[in-house]
């Protein structure tokens, strides 16, 4: 009998796992396109130091009808162009919303209760690819990490323990 499977491994057996050179041209093309997004998830926790795999990078969007449509469009440059079958309005039937392309990019209008306005004047943002990319911070990527699972009660443990130090600076 076959063991049940993590539900976030089973876009391994169609995608790769992102790299940050993938993370750096979809913030390229989200940036030409002038969408309003932050980086969550994996990449963000990465990001900050604790270094660990992460099957997709996780994106929080302003949910807006127009910021979509920049999204989709941004997204859409991916080889496939898989997020080009996407609605507009598909964020706000859906948690999250998965886009199997070369790579998995989930987009979220929230995560545990944290939404992009309410982040947005708090990112991070780190220029060091040449390229702008919007984290959220230490603070918010710990409230958008509530939830039950094992990975996000580690990355909380790790994150946690850098708000001293990120308070000092």
Same mark, same amino acid.
């Given at each position: 009998?076959?063991?049940?499977?993590?539900?976030?491994?089973?876009?391994?057996?169609?995608? *790769?796992?992102?790299?940050?050179? =993938? @993370?750096? +041209?979809?913030?390229?093309?989200? &940036?030409? #396109?002038?969408?309003?997004? !932050? $980086?969550?998830?994996?990449?963000?926790?990465?990001?900050?130091?604790?270094? *660990?795999?992460?099957?997709?990078? =996780? @994106?929080? +969007?302003?949910?807006?009808?127009? &910021?979509? #449509?920049?999204?989709?469009? !941004? $997204?859409?440059?991916?080889?496939?162009?898989?997020?080009?079958?996407?609605?507009?309005?598909?964020?706000?039937?859906?948690?999250? +919303?998965?886009?199997?392309?070369?790579?998995?990019?989930?987009?979220?209008?929230?995560?545990?209760?944290?939404?992009?306005?309410?982040?947005?004047?708090?990112?991070?943002?780190?220029?060091?690819?040449?390229?702008?990319?919007?984290?959220?911070?230490?603070?918010?990527?710990?409230?958008?990490?509530?939830?039950?699972?094992?990975?996000?009660?580690?990355?909380?443990?790790?994150?946690?323990?850098?708000?001293?130090?990120?308070?000092?600076?």
């Amino acid at each position: 009998m076959d063991e049940p499977r993590d539900p976030e491994d089973a876009e391994a057996e169609y995608t *790769r796992a992102p790299t940050i050179e =993938d @993370l750096r +041209v979809i913030c390229g093309n989200l &940036n030409a #396109e002038h969408a309003r997004y !932050a $980086i969550l998830g994996g990449m963000a926790v990465n990001f900050y130091g604790l270094v *660990r795999g992460t099957h997709d990078i =996780d @994106l929080l +969007v302003d949910d807006s009808p127009e &910021n979509i #449509e920049r999204v989709i469009r !941004a $997204i859409g440059r991916l080889p496939d162009g898989a997020a080009l079958e996407l609605a507009p309005d598909d964020l706000q039937h859906y948690r999250i +919303v998965r886009i199997n392309d070369e790579i998995t990019v989930d987009l979220l209008a929230e995560a545990c209760d944290v939404d992009f306005d309410q982040v947005a004047g708090r990112l991070v943002i780190d220029d060091r690819l040449g390229v702008p990319m919007p984290f959220l911070s230490v603070e918010d990527l710990i409230r958008s990490k509530q939830t039950r699972r094992e990975k996000d009660r580690q990355d909380r443990t790790f994150l946690e323990a850098l708000l001293p130090r990120e308070r000092k600076s």
